[in-house]
C-alpha cells in the first residue's frame, strides 16, 4: 500500500511538523520539533516533475523530449510548481 | 476508450500541449499556404483574422499576403499582450508557431465556401434556397468556433496564462487584430490590387498610341492575361470609375466560368457613329461566342466596352451600314462566267450576277454572308479586295474591280 504522507492537520488544518524519527532497522526513536522539506508540500506529480528536471540538468528542452510534451508546456509545468513553492514558502 | 476519445479531443482542440516552436510554425505555415491556394482556386479572400469572403479573382500571392497578414496580426497582438500579462517567459516563436498551426481549420472552412451560395444570387423567399444556404452556414459556424477555441488554447499555452486575464485579454487581443488586420489588407493588399502602379501609368507604347484597333486588341489581350490595371489604361475617368479593376476581375472571371477558356480572336472591324469610333472584336471562347465592342472618344479614351454575346440569326439587323461598306463593289473571276455587284440597301447586303435577279445576303459570321434560297455563301477578304464564293460544292475566288 502506498501511503500518503499528511502535511495539513486534520484538525486545524495548520501545517504539521514532524515531531518522531524511528530507526526501522534498531527501532532507535529521536524526538523533537523539525520542519517537513520544502519539496514535500508538493504533490507526488509534481515531485516526480522536479526530480526529472533535476536529472535533465534543469533543460526544458530535454524534459519536453522525454515527456513528449511541447515546450511552453513544461515550461507552464515547472512554472507551476515554482509558484506552489513559492506560496508554501508564503 | 475514454482515453483514446480524450487524445482525439486534444489533437483536434489544443495540440499545442505536444506541437509548439519551430516545429507547428513550419506545419503551420505549410497548412497556411494550403488554404491560401484553395482560397485562390474558388477566389475565397481571407480580409480579416476570422473573416472569409468570395470576390474577386486575384493572384495566388494576393490570396497568401492576405493569410500572412491575419496570421502576423494575432500573433503580434497576442505576443504583445503575452509580454504584458504573463509572469512566465514567452518566446515568440511558441506564440507565432501555435498562432500558425491554429489556422488549420481554414482549410476545410474554405473548401466548404465552394457549397456557400451567393446571397446575392438567391430568391430569398423561396425555403429551398434558404436551406441551401443554412447548412454549409452552420457547419461553417462550427469551423469558426473550432478556429477560434484553437487560437484561444494556442494562446493560454504559448503565454501560460488562466483564468479572467486569459479570457478578456484574448478576447480584446482578437478584436485588436481584426482591427489591424482589415487596415493592413486595406493598404497592402487592396492597394495592389486597385491601385494603378507608377509604371503602368506610362500609357500606351507610341506606335500604339491613337490607333483605336490597337488599344482594343490591346485591352483584349491584357483581360485574357489577368492584367487589369493594363486593359483599363486607356480608360476615360468615367470608365475606370465605373469599371474598376475589381469589377473588371469580376466580370472576366464571370466570363471565363460561363463562356469557358478565351481561345482566339478575329480581326477587328470598326464602325464610326459621329465623333465615337467603334471597334468590334469576336472573341472566340470554349462554350460560345462574344463580339467585344470597344467604343472610343476622339480623344482615343475607351468610353465603354462591352461584351454582348455573338447572335448569328439577329446580326444582319446588327450590322450597320458603315459596316457593308467594306464590301461593296463589282467582283469578277477568270473562273466564272458572270460579274458579282454588292451592294447595299440600308443595313441589307444586296448581290447580284451580271443578267440575274439580285438576292439579299444574310450575315451568318464574320465577312460572311449567305443565300439560302440558292445554298450560295460569300467569304469577302476587304483588305486584299477578295470575295470567295461558295456553291454546291465549288469554290470560286473573285477580285474586286478597281
Excluded at chain 2, 321 to 339: C, D, H, T
Amino acid at each position: 500500500m502506498n501511503k500518503k504522507l499528511p502535511l495539513e492537520c486534520p484538525s486545524c488544518s495548520s501545517r504539521l511538523k514532524v515531531k518522531s524519527l524511528v530507526c526501522d532497522t534498531c527501532d532507535t526513536a529521536v524526538n523533537g520539533m523539525y520542519d517537513l522539506p520544502t519539496l514535500t508540500g508538493l504533490n507526488s506529480d509534481d515531485q516526480l516533475f522536479i526530480t526529472e528536471f533535476v536529472k535533465a540538468s534543469g533543460s526544458l528542452k530535454v524534459m519536453a523530449q522525454q515527456l513528449k510534451l511541447s515546450y511552453p508546456t513544461v515550461r507552464n509545468l515547472l512554472d507551476s510548481v515554482i509558484n506552489k513553492l513559492k506560496e508554501n514558502d508564503g | 476508450m475514454g482515453e483514446r476519445e480524450s487524445q482525439i479531443r486534444t489533437w483536434l482542440f489544443n495540440p499545442f500541449i505536444y506541437i509548439a516552436g519551430f516545429k507547428s510554425l513550419l506545419i503551420g505555415i505549410a497548412l497556411m499556404a494550403i488554404s491560401a491556394w484553395v482560397g485562390f482556386l474558388n477566389n475565397s479572400h481571407f480580409d480579416g483574422v476570422l473573416d472569409m469572403h468570395r470576390a474577386m479573382a486575384a493572384q495566388f500571392h494576393i490570396f497568401l499576403l492576405e493569410v500572412v497578414i491575419d496570421w502576423v496580426s494575432i500573433s503580434l497582438v497576442l505576443f504583445v499582450l503575452g509580454v504584458i500579462l504573463s509572469k512566465s517567459k514567452i518566446r515568440w516563436i511558441d506564440v507565432f508557431g501555435t498562432q500558425a498551426l491554429a489556422r488549420w481549420p481554414m482549410i476545410p472552412a474554405v473548401i466548404l465556401m465552394v457549397f456557400i451560395p451567393d446571397v446575392k444570387d438567391m430568391d430569398l423567399s423561396d425555403i429551398q434556397s434558404l436551406n441551401g444556404l443554412i447548412v454549409p452556414a452552420t457547419v461553417m459556424l462550427l469551423f469558426i468556433i473550432w478556429f477560434v477555441a484553437l487560437m484561444f488554447n494556442a494562446y493560454k499555452i504559448s503565454c501560460n496564462l488562466t483564468g479572467s486575464k486569459l479570457t478578456i485579454s484574448f478576447i480584446g487581443g482578437l478584436i485588436l487584430a481584426e482591427i489591424l488586420s482589415k487596415i493592413l489588407i486595406g493598404q497592402i493588399v487592396f492597394g495592389m490590387l486597385i491601385l494603378p502602379q507608377k509604371d503602368q501609368l506610362s500609357v500606351l507604347p507610341p506606335e500604339q498610341k491613337g490607333n483605336n484597333v490597337e488599344i482594343a486588341k490591346g485591352i483584349l489581350t491584357s483581360l485574357n492575361e489577368e492584367k487589369y490595371r493594363q486593359a483599363s489604361i486607356a480608360f476615360d475617368d468615367n470608365m475606370k470609375n465605373a469599371f474598376p479593376v475589381r469589377k473588371m476581375s469580376a466580370f472576366w472571371s464571370g466570363t471565363k466560368m460561363q463562356y469557358g477558356e478565351f481561345e482566339k480572336n478575329m480581326e477587328p472591324t470598326t464602325s464610326n457613329q459621329g465623333e465615337h469610333e467603334i471597334i468590334f472584336i469576336l472573341c472566340h471562347f470554349e462554350k460560345g461566342k462574344l463580339n467585344m465592342k470597344t467604343v472610343f472618344n476622339d480623344k482615343h479614351e475607351v468610353i465603354g466596352l462591352f461584351f454582348p454575346p455573338y447572335k448569328p440569326q439577329t446580326k444582319t439587323i446588327e450590322v450597320t451600314e458603315a459596316e457593308l461598306k467594306i464590301y461593296l463593289g463589282v467582283y469578277s473571276s477568270p473562273s466564272f462566267p458572270l460579274k458579282v455587284t454588292i451592294t447595299n440597301d440600308g443595313d441589307k447586303l444586296i448581290g447580284q450576277a451580271t443578267g440575274q435577279p439580285s438576292f439579299q445576303l444574310e450575315y451568318f459570321e464574320e465577312h460572311k454572308f449567305k443565300y439560302d434560297q440558292a445554298g450560295l455563301k460569300l467569304e469577302f477578304i476587304p483588305n486584299e479586295n477578295k470575295m470567295i464564293l461558295r456553291q454546291a460544292g465549288q469554290v470560286f475566288e473573285f477580285k474586286r474591280e478597281p
